[in-house]
């Protein structure tokens, strides 16, 4: 099936701190989401990106869809303990099909 | 607005038995689609249902079944368990035509 490669699998770091991560693939996407979870819940949208090229921001988070429409980045700037979670991407397919493929996310711890 | 509710919260079943997970739309919302989640994963697609037929299905086998109903609302239903089936099971809505899909908080799901 289709692959989300998202990386770092995992990041600790200090508050204050920027962070970034990205997913990439070898497959064309029509739309990038960024999804945050945390344990024993259900995935939160943070970013909605649909067209290449865009650039999205949501507070102290900025993501851009790639102009390959093969990859995507999430930064998270001055990090701030409550950024502690898995963050995954997920992406739709270009063809029409309804269905998210999700990267295997990114655990970011941040120590205060 | 109501958010995507799920129940149950939490199930506990042994290997053969059959399970029916619940998920309320978010108001405005046509489409449900739902997601296995297994334990450091990402979301598996599972299938989608909109007009209250299915609408994309992925790799999972005939043992999972589903439904929706005239209020949008959904069933995920999983015949013959097996241990493999342990996971968070995940509802999704979204408006049709709109890629953008808000997910419920889970059930999680052990079979023993």
């Known amino acids: 099936g289709q692959q989300l490669n998202q990386s770092p699998q995992s990041m600790f770091i200090q508050e204050g701190e920027d962070v970034s991560m990205n997913c990439t693939s070898s497959s064309i996407f029509n739309t990038w989401l960024w999804y945050k979870q945390d344990p024993g819940e259900g995935p939160v949208l943070l970013i909605a990106?649909?067209?290449?090229?865009e650039l999205t921001s949501n507070g102290r988070l900025t993501a851009q869809f790639g102009i390959t429409r093969k990859d995507s980045f999430l930064n998270i700037s001055a990090s701030i303990p409550s950024d502690v979670g898995i963050y995954f991407c997920a992406g739709q397919l270009e063809g029409g099909s309804e269905k998210l493929v999700f990267g295997k996310g990114t655990k970011l711890t941040v120590n205060p | 607005e109501t958010g995507v509710t799920q129940s149950p919260t939490h199930l506990i079943k042994t290997r053969g038995q059959q399970v029916t997970l619940r998920c309320s739309s978010q108001s405005g919302h046509n489409t449900v689609s739902w997601y296995q989640q297994a334990l450091g994963q990402g979301p598996q697609f599972i299938f989608q249902?909109?007009?209250?037929?299915?609408?994309g299905r992925g790799n999972f086998p005939p043992r999972f079944s589903g439904l929706q109903f005239p209020n949008y609302s959904s069933e995920l239903n999983v015949n013959a368990l097996e241990l493999d089936d342990s996971a968070l099971y995940l509802c999704?809505?979204?408006?049709?035509?709109?890629?953008?899909?808000?997910f419920g908080p889970g059930t999680r799901l052990l079979v023993l």
């Open positions: 990106l649909y067209k290449a090229g």
């Open positions: 999704a809505s979204s408006r049709r035509g709109r890629e953008t899909q808000y």
């Open positions: 249902y909109y007009r209250e037929e299915e609408n």
